[in-house]
């Protein structure tokens, strides 16, 4: 079964900083699909950023952006330049073709002004 | 740009008591899904729905819950006698179908079980 790691339950950062969030997963696919989605403290599911496995290039979204390692099944977030509205909960998520997603714990991010 | 709508926001409930939480997907999407997310835990699935038939579910998912696309809008979740444990934040998400397709995620339905 597929599993999604994240092994940062809190993280800080100041506020114009840098932060990268980790995350690792296990799968014995080769194509499928990773997802970073942010709740805030409304829990909003909110979409970040997502990667496609078969795509060796890095996804960006304007200050987020990932690095995506997949021999090492590592798909870590950083932002960039974080902003107050930046802190939230953080979790990283897998899905394969055609299934529902799996969830990592999350990592609740606090950005300090 | 398009939303999944859930309602109510907040609902609380007697123990033992059925409750309804309504979606209403996006309109042109076919694939329909229920996550449940207990307070500080993990997002987890319950069910996915497709051309009006449960295409796959959880452990979770067990007889006390059903789901049911009534009309061509909505999409809704009902629990038939409410569990303490039951309390959580129910997602409903909506995908056009494929996988070149996000996910849009409503923004959630609180359940309080007292």
């Known amino acids: 079964a597929q599993t999604v790691t994240q092994s940062q339950p809190e993280m800080s950062v100041q506020e114009a900083e840098t932060v990268t969030l980790s995350c690792t997963y296990d799968?014995?696919?080769?194509?499928?699909?990773l997802f970073w989605y942010k709740q805030p403290p409304s829990r909003q599911m909110i979409l970040v950023i997502r990667?496609?496995?078969?795509?060796?290039q890095n996804a960006t979204e304007n200050r987020f952006s990932v690095n995506f390692q997949k021999a090492a099944k590592s798909f870590s977030l950083k932002i960039s330049d974080s902003q107050l509205g930046d802190a939230a909960m953080y979790f990283c998520?897998?899905?394969?073709?055609?299934?529902?997603?799996?969830f990592g714990p999350g990592t609740r991010l606090s950005v300090l002004p | 740009e398009p939303e999944v709508t859930q309602t109510p926001s907040h609902q609380v409930t007697q123990m033992g008591q059925e409750v309804i939480l309504r979606c209403v997907p996006i309109?042109?999407?076919?694939?329909f899904y229920w996550y449940r997310q207990i307070l500080g835990q993990k997002v987890e699935f319950l069910v996915s729905?497709?051309?009006?038939?449960?295409?796959?579910k959880s452990e979770i998912f067990d007889d006390q819950f059903s789901v049911e696309r009534p009309d061509g809008s909505n999409f809704t979740l009902k629990i038939r006698s409410t569990k303490l444990e039951d309390s959580a934040m129910y997602f409903c998400?909506?995908?056009?179908?494929?996988?070149?397709?996000?996910?849009?995620f409503g923004s959630g339905t609180r359940l309080t079980v007292v």
């Open positions: 729905f497709y051309n009006n038939e449960i295409s796959e």
């Open positions: 799968t014995s696919e080769s194509d499928y699909y």
């Open positions: 309109s042109n999407h076919l694939y």
């Open positions: 998400a909506s995908s056009q179908g494929g996988d070149n397709y996000g996910y849009t």
């Open positions: 990667q496609e496995a078969y795509k060796q």
């Open positions: 998520a897998y899905r394969f073709y055609g299934q529902n997603f799996v």
